[in-house]
């Protein structure tokens, strides 16, 4: 088995590519630590690794976020802790175990018609751009004028994605969405 591994634009996080399905087309799952990390296997053995502080799980990638060990150190075990997972046979999430809900999205009914018109450009525009850094951004709320949006795996707590909110999906959304003011990080 060959893992890839690509660099993110968050310098603390590394994409690997496994070079399997990962979780089913559209889903994604995010966890921060180890007690979120218990509904998947996988997602423990990577924890138990001193240096992981985050993993995601898109389709075909997993991101690893590290926090006080250089990758050259930490880059190996992953690689091996993946490798042995998926040898093993073993499913990435416990069957006994449902993933964690997100809360639920927050939106006026009148703005409907609007909030589809964002979740359709999210989905066929922003969000495989965002997948191939081994992120995801999903839409939480819209409410006057401002979207307000969940940023996960390489692009949580990355230094460009104020930017990337700003810059680009604020400006590709109040193209399409003249209601659209404001993009904000939920």
């Given at each position: 088995?060959?893992?890839?591994?690509?660099a993110t634009p968050n310098p603390s996080?590394?994409?690997?590519?496994?070079?399997?399905?990962?979780?089913?087309?559209?889903?994604?799952?995010?966890m921060t630590n180890a007690a979120e990390?218990?509904?998947?296997?996988?997602?423990?053995?990577?924890?138990?690794?001193?240096?992981?502080?985050?993993?995601?799980?898109?389709?075909?990638?997993?991101?690893?976020?590290?926090?006080?060990?250089?990758?050259?150190?930490?880059?190996?075990?992953?690689?091996?802790?993946?490798?042995?997972?998926?040898?093993?046979?073993?499913?990435?999430?416990?069957?006994?175990?449902?993933?964690?809900?997100?809360?639920?999205?927050?939106?006026?009914?009148?703005?409907?018609?609007?909030?589809?018109?964002?979740?359709?450009?999210?989905?066929?525009?922003v969000r495989p751009a965002v997948a191939?850094?081994?992120?995801?951004?999903?839409?939480?709320?819209?409410?006057?004028?401002?979207?307000?949006?969940?940023?996960?795996?390489?692009?949580?707590?990355?230094?460009?994605?104020?930017?990337?909110?700003?810059?680009?999906?604020?400006?590709?959304?109040?193209?399409?969405?003249?209601?659209?003011?404001?993009?904000?990080?939920?």
């Amino acid at each position: 088995m060959f893992i890839q591994t690509e660099a993110t634009p968050n310098p603390s996080t590394l994409k690997f590519l496994p070079g399997r399905e990962v979780l089913p087309e559209g889903t994604t799952l995010h966890m921060t630590n180890a007690a979120e990390g218990a509904q998947s296997p996988l997602a423990q053995k990577l924890f138990s690794i001193e240096g992981v502080a985050g993993v995601f799980f898109g389709s075909d990638f997993i991101t690893i976020t590290r926090s006080g060990v250089e990758w050259q150190h930490l880059k190996p075990a992953v690689l091996g802790a993946i490798m042995e997972h998926y040898l093993s046979g073993v499913p990435i999430l416990n069957a006994d175990v449902a993933p964690l809900e997100e809360g639920e999205e927050f939106f006026d009914e009148a703005d409907e018609d609007t909030v589809e018109t964002i979740k359709d450009l999210l989905e066929t525009r922003v969000r495989p751009a965002v997948a191939a850094d081994g992120g995801d951004i999903t839409f939480r709320g819209y409410r006057e004028g401002v979207v307000y949006l969940a940023m996960k795996g390489a692009c949580s707590g990355c230094p460009s994605s104020t930017a990337t909110l700003r810059n680009g999906i604020q400006n590709l959304l109040r193209h399409f969405v003249p209601e659209v003011q404001e993009v904000r990080a939920a």
